[in-house]
């Protein structure tokens, strides 16, 4: 499977072997054929080993060295198809690692075979020479001719021998290359058919959502955006790159999953719009008659307690009404919107309202709590200042723990809590006291209180 991808994935470019090479190589490949075989291609094709006649094996004087020269060729040819041999297998793995890979150690080992390859071409071109300047089938041969011939084509298939070697030790130091490269390809016919497995669950689940009455264009829309990315994925990493056609199928994946499980939701999410509309209208209706509540309590803080203690809560009915009146303007919009299928503009609208009624309770709720909270410490005023008072000796406690004298970081904030709680204990003297003004001020010095013991806390936990 790697050689079949490399070989779809090579981009064009100059053979490492020159034409005349590659004219030589059919002619040396089938010499090299085992002997039954030799004989059937020499009798179809007699003039691809004789160079246009057939040898004359009745050799005369000299025929020892013209058979070491003979030898010689034969050697040359097999070291010369070996080597070509090996450059090819060598490419493989070398478009193989182009492919995936573009690392500056991918860039070196690309260098170095392209220098490999112009040695070969060149004693490729060496072997070729030889040959072509020798004819050992020429009836007239003589020893010495024969014996340059040989020493011609020796040293000819030494060169290839050796440039072969160089070749294999180069090929074994890809391993790392070459394990990464394919690791990384064994993933890419995986990740895209997991991409088209998801695109068709989406499609699918899509499906069903219609099947039921939901339009989700939203999601028909998402999906269709994907096309163009499915496109390049059948268009094929030969075109597109592995690395990239892997990152594509896996983005591809995620879109096509998260719109298959929006589609699942839909449903769920259209029946949840559903119970909050049917929810929020009953919650508005509630506070529309709590709101009514708010007058005859607005009347009795009026009556028995002073202005301060209730002036803030005057524009509560009012403002309770206005708001409610904005709550049901804003569920008749979501509920529009959940008809024409526009989920998420109903979930904003629907969290909208529900923000809104959430202030307008508390405001209501508001006066209730004051007038409680101002009958109970008009009624008994000793529970709210031991109240505040236990704080600040426990905070006092706390910042003496292990000194003999406070830090005065903490000391002053404690004992302008003393004095507040004094104050306004004071300020409760007369007939008419602002009851409302002494709770918010035991709650702040309380607030206070607490901030002073957080310090200390902290400082001590550091270490400090």
């Not at 890979?101 to 060496?126: C, H, K, N, W, Y």
């Not at 030494?158 to 990384?184: M, T």
Request: charge should be neutral; charged fraction near 30%; include cysteine.
């Amino acid at each position: 499977m790697t050689a079949t991808f490399a070989q779809s994935v090579r981009p064009a470019g100059r053979l490492s072997i020159r034409p005349a090479v590659r004219a030589v190589r059919a002619t040396v490949a089938l010499a090299l054929l085992p002997l039954p075989l030799l004989a059937v291609a020499a009798a179809a094709a007699p003039a691809a080993f004789a160079g246009g006649g057939t040898r004359r094996w009745g050799w005369g004087r000299g025929d020892g060295q013209r058979a070491e020269a003979q030898a010689a060729k034969d050697a040359a040819a097999a070291a010369f198809y070996e080597l070509d041999t090996a450059q090819r297998d060598l490419r493989i793995s070398m478009e193989t690692i182009a492919a995936v890979d573009s690392s500056p150690a991918a860039r070196r080992a690309a260098q170095e075979f392209a220098a490999l390859g112009t040695r070969i071409d060149e004693v490729s071109g060496a072997y070729i020479t030889a040959v072509d300047a020798h004819d050992l089938d020429r009836e007239d041969l003589d020893s010495s001719t024969a014996a340059r011939a040989r020493t011609d084509l020796t040293r000819a298939k030494d060169e290839l021998v050796r440039v072969k070697a160089d070749l294999e030790r180069f090929g074994q130091g890809l391993g790392p290359l070459l394990a990464g490269a394919e690791a990384e390809l064994s993933r890419l016919a995986p990740a895209v058919e997991r991409a088209r497995q998801g695109l068709l669950a989406a499609t699918e689940a899509l499906d069903a959502v219609r099947a039921s009455g939901l339009r989700a264009d939203d999601l028909a829309a998402r999906l269709a955006a994907l096309s163009p990315e499915l496109t390049r994925l059948n268009q094929g990493a030969g075109q597109h790159g592995v690395t990239e056609t892997i990152g594509r199928a896996e983005r591809v994946l995620r879109d096509a999953d998260a719109i298959r499980e929006a589609a699942e939701q839909l449903p769920q999410r259209a029946a949840e719009i559903d119970k909050r509309l049917v929810s929020l209208r009953t919650r508005a209706q509630a506070i529309t008659t709590r709101a009514a509540g708010v007058v005859p309590v607005l009347s009795e803080l009026r009556r028995r307690y002073t202005a301060p203690c209730w002036q803030d809560l005057q524009q509560v009915p009012e403002e309770a009404r206005h708001a409610v009146e904005q709550a049901e303007t804003k569920i008749r919009e979501a509920q529009t919107a959940r008809d024409e299928q526009r989920w998420p503009d109903a979930t904003a609208l629907l969290s909208t309202v529900r923000a809104l009624l959430t202030t307008t309770d508390e405001s209501v709720s508001a006066a209730g709590d004051r007038l409680r909270r101002l009958d109970e410490v008009s009624a008994d005023r000793q529970q709210e200042v031991e109240r505040t008072r236990f704080a600040i000796r426990d905070a006092q406690r706390l910042a003496m723990a292990g000194r003999s004298t406070p830090d005065p970081r903490h000391a002053a904030p404690l004992d302008e809590a003393v004095a507040r709680l004094d104050r306004a204990v004071a300020g409760l003297e007369g007939r008419h006291p602002d009851w409302w003004r002494f709770l918010t001020e035991t709650e702040e010095v309380r607030r206070s209180v607490a901030a002073v013991v957080q310090a200390i806390r902290e400082e001590r936990g550091a270490g400090r």
